[in-house]
C-alpha cells in the first residue's frame, strides 16, 4: 500500500495541491513584478499553502523570499526584531550582518548569535512609542535597500497581515505604505484570514487603499476537488466508489483543509483494514470516529457559547445558513428578534465559530463541528 496521498494541517506538497492553478500563475506572476498584493482569505482555504508555492516558484527564478506570520509576535517592537531578522537572513555573505548597523541608524541594533546558531536581533535602546515609530520606518525601508544592496529581487510574504492592526502604537500602516510604496523591486503579499478586516484594511481613507491588486480567495470548484480525490485514492492502489470524491467535498464543506482531512482519515481506515475498495459507507463510518474522538473538544465550544448563540448556531448548520434572519427560522429555532439574532451571528463569528461564505451564507468554520452540532444538539 502506497503512503497516504492526502495531507492536511500543514502546506501541501506540490503533488497534493489542487484547484489553484490560475490564482498560483497570478500570484507569482504579480509578486516577481514587484507589485503589493492582498490576499483575503477564509480560514481553511489553503492561502498558506498557495503563498508557499509561490515563494517557491520565485525562489527557482532567484528571487530572493522571505515569510513572516505577524499574528506571532506580542508587540511591535518584537515584530519589528523579528522581521529584521527575518530581512537579514536574505544575506548570507560571510562577512556577517554589520552592514545592518550601517542601515539601522537611529536605533543600532544588538546582533548575536543565539543558541541555535542563528542569528538574534534586538534593539534595547528602544523605550517609547515614539521611538518605536521612528524604527518601524527604518526598518520598512530595508528590503528596498538590500535588494539594492544585493541588486537581486525580493519577495516577502507577511502572513495574517490583519493582526498588525492589534498592535498599541499608531501609524504603523502609514509608515508601511510609505516605505513600501518607494520598493520598485520588492514584491509584497499581504495575506489574512479575516476578511473582515482584512477588507477594512483596503478601504477607502486607509493607508493601503489602492495600493496594489486585491485578490479574494474562493473556493475550489466542487468538481474538480472531487476528481482530485478519486484519483488520488486510484493512484494509491485503492478504488472509489463512484461519487465517492463528491460526497467527501461535499460534507468537507469544499474547504480544502476539511476535504483533505476526512480524505486522509478515510484512506487511513482503508489501509488499516487492508481494503482494495472504498465506499460512501467507509466515508461515514470514518466520519463517525473522527466525530467521536472529537466529542470533548466540540462540547467545551459548545459550553462556552451563550444560550442565544447555541440557537443560532444549531439553526445555520440545519439551514445551511439561508435566511437566517427570517420569521420562519426564527420561529423553528425559537431566536427571538432580528437585532438578537444578528447579535448572535456577529458574536459567532468574532469567536471563529462561523463565517460568511463566498456566496453571503453563514457556515460554521470546521465542517466537523458542523456535524457535531448536526448530530449532538437539539
Known amino acids: 500500500?502506497?503512503?497516504?496521498?492526502?495531507?492536511?494541517?500543514?502546506?501541501?506538497?506540490?503533488?497534493?495541491?489542487?484547484?489553484?492553478?490560475v490564482e498560483l500563475a497570478r500570484l507569482t506572476a504579480d509578486l516577481a513584478d514587484g507589485q503589493k498584493i492582498f490576499l483575503i482569505s477564509p480560514r481553511r482555504y489553503g492561502k498558506s499553502s498557495l503563498v508557499a508555492h509561490a515563494l517557491s516558484a520565485l525562489?527557482?527564478?532567484?528571487?530572493?523570499?522571505?515569510?513572516?506570520?505577524?499574528?506571532?509576535f506580542s508587540s511591535y517592537v518584537a515584530f519589528l526584531e523579528g522581521y529584521t531578522r527575518a530581512i537579514a537572513s536574505l544575506d548570507s555573505a560571510p562577512a556577517g550582518r554589520s552592514w545592518l548597523r550601517d542601515l539601522l541608524t537611529g536605533f543600532p541594533p544588538e546582533v548575536r548569535t543565539d543558541s541555535g546558531g542563528g542569528v538574534a536581533i534586538s534593539f534595547p535602546t528602544v523605550r517609547s512609542a515614539r521611538d518605536?515609530?521612528?524604527?518601524?520606518?527604518?526598518?520598512?525601508?530595508?528590503?528596498?535597500?538590500?535588494?539594492?544592496?544585493?541588486?537581486?529581487?525580493?519577495?516577502i510574504a507577511l502572513d495574517e497581515f490583519q493582526a498588525i492592526t492589534s498592535y498599541e502604537e499608531s501609524g504603523v500602516?502609514?509608515?508601511?505604505?510609505?516605505?513600501?510604496?518607494?520598493?520598485?523591486?520588492?514584491?509584497?503579499?499581504?495575506?489574512?484570514?479575516?476578511?473582515?478586516?482584512?477588507?477594512?484594511?483596503?478601504s477607502p481613507r486607509r493607508p493601503f487603499y489602492k495600493a496594489g491588486p486585491v485578490v479574494r480567495l474562493g473556493k475550489i470548484a466542487p468538481?474538480?476537488?472531487?476528481?482530485?480525490?478519486?484519483?488520488r485514492f486510484k493512484k494509491s492502489g485503492i478504488s472509489p466508489e463512484p461519487g465517492l470524491g463528491a460526497a467527501i467535498v461535499d460534507v468537507g464543506g469544499n474547504l480544502p483543509y476539511d476535504v483533505q482531512r476526512l480524505a486522509h482519515e478515510t484512506w487511513d481506515d482503508a489501509s488499516v483494514m487492508k481494503k482494495r475498495r472504498v465506499t460512501l459507507d467507509d466515508v461515514h463510518d470514518t466520519l463517525r470516529r473522527v466525530l467521536s474522538e472529537q466529542d470533548v473538544f466540540?462540547?467545551?465550544?459548545?459550553?462556552?457559547?451563550?444560550?442565544?448563540?447555541?440557537?443560532?448556531?444549531?439553526?445555520?448548520?440545519?439551514?445551511?445558513?439561508?435566511?437566517?434572519?427570517?420569521?420562519?427560522?426564527?420561529?423553528?429555532?425559537?431566536?427571538?428578534?432580528?437585532?438578537?439574532?444578528?447579535?448572535?451571528?456577529?458574536?459567532?463569528?468574532r469567536l471563529?465559530?462561523?463565517?460568511?461564505?463566498?456566496?453571503?451564507?453563514?457556515?460554521?468554520?470546521?465542517?466537523?463541528?458542523?456535524?457535531?452540532?448536526?448530530?449532538?444538539?437539539?
Open 1 to 21: 500500500m502506497a503512503a497516504n496521498p492526502f495531507v492536511y494541517g500543514e502546506v501541501v506538497p506540490k503533488s497534493a495541491f489542487v484547484g489553484r492553478n
Open 59 to 72: 525562489a527557482r527564478r532567484r528571487v530572493l523570499t522571505l515569510e513572516i506570520t505577524v499574528s506571532s
Open 132 to 155: 518605536a515609530a521612528r524604527l518601524g520606518a527604518e526598518v520598512f525601508a530595508l528590503p528596498g535597500r538590500i535588494a539594492a544592496r544585493l541588486k537581486r529581487p525580493i519577495v
Open 173 to 202: 500602516e502609514d509608515a508601511l505604505r510609505a516605505a513600501v510604496q518607494q520598493q520598485r523591486h520588492v514584491g509584497y503579499v499581504f495575506a489574512g484570514s479575516e476578511p473582515s478586516l482584512m477588507e477594512q484594511m483596503v
Open 223 to 231: 468538481d474538480t476537488f472531487a476528481r482530485f480525490i478519486e484519483d
Open 298 to 349: 466540540f462540547e467545551a465550544i459548545w459550553q462556552r457559547l451563550t444560550l442565544a448563540q447555541r440557537a443560532v448556531l444549531r439553526a445555520v448548520v440545519m439551514e445551511r445558513g439561508v435566511e437566517i434572519l427570517g420569521a420562519d427560522a426564527r420561529t423553528r429555532y425559537r431566536l427571538g428578534g432580528a437585532s438578537s439574532v444578528q447579535a448572535a451571528l456577529a458574536a459567532l463569528q
Open 352 to 378: 471563529d465559530v462561523i463565517a460568511r461564505d463566498d456566496d453571503g451564507r453563514y457556515a460554521a468554520v470546521d465542517s466537523l463541528m458542523r456535524e457535531w452540532v448536526a448530530r449532538k444538539t437539539y
